[in-house]
């Protein structure tokens, strides 16, 4: 009775180890891949044209300067947005250095706040949009995406 008792301890944790090895060995292909050199150009293009948005996103970036108070000096945005009172907009962010971050994440947050606030007031169906807005920090990228198509612009800056 011992060595069933022993063999099956044996056999249980021989299980337990080979299930742990696989999870480790696993774990990498899940992570975004970081040694490939993050595009962009490449991600903001395809999240233009494969993302689905409440209508045609046109380019804004002109009005960038005025809408982001707050931005660091130099920094280049890029801005598509949707007109007609929809939410719907992609804007991308390229720093300078790393540093600045927070004052893009700043700037960036208090223009959400202020759409989010005038949604709330004009157009409801819109506030949720504003609420699940999905942010990439990549390099010296900070992408914003704002749609229900929260699936398709994830896994577009996730790597995927």
């Known amino acids: 009775m011992k060595n069933h008792f022993r063999r099956d301890i044996i056999i249980c944790a021989n299980a337990i180890t080979l299930l742990a090895v696989c999870i480790i060995l696993l ?3 899940c992570a975004p891949k970081t040694d490939e050199p993050f595009d962009a150009e ?7 044209a494969e ?27 890029k801005m598509y947005s949707c007109g007609g009172g929809h939410a719907d907009a992609v804007i991308m962010c390229k720093a ?18 202020s759409r989010l606030h005038d949604a709330e007031r004009y157009d409801p169906r819109e506030v949720s949009k504003y609420d699940n807005a999905i ?20 896994a577009i800056l996730s790597g995927s």
């Not at 490449?42 to 233009?48: A, C, I, W, Y």
């Open 135 to 154: 942010w990439c920090e990549r390099e010296l990228y900070v992408i914003v995406c704002i749609t229900r198509d929260k699936e398709t612009a994830e």
């Open 96 to 113: 300078n250095e790393s540093s600045e971050f927070p004052g893009i994440r700043s700037a960036l947050k208090d223009y959400i706040a």
């Open 42 to 48: 490449e991600t903001l293009t395809r999240l233009l």
């Open 27 to 29: 774990i990498p292909a």
């Open 51 to 77: 993302v689905k948005y409440a209508a045609d996103l046109e380019d804004t970036g002109d009005y960038a300067e005025y809408a982001f108070a707050g931005m660091p000096e130099g920094v280049e945005i």
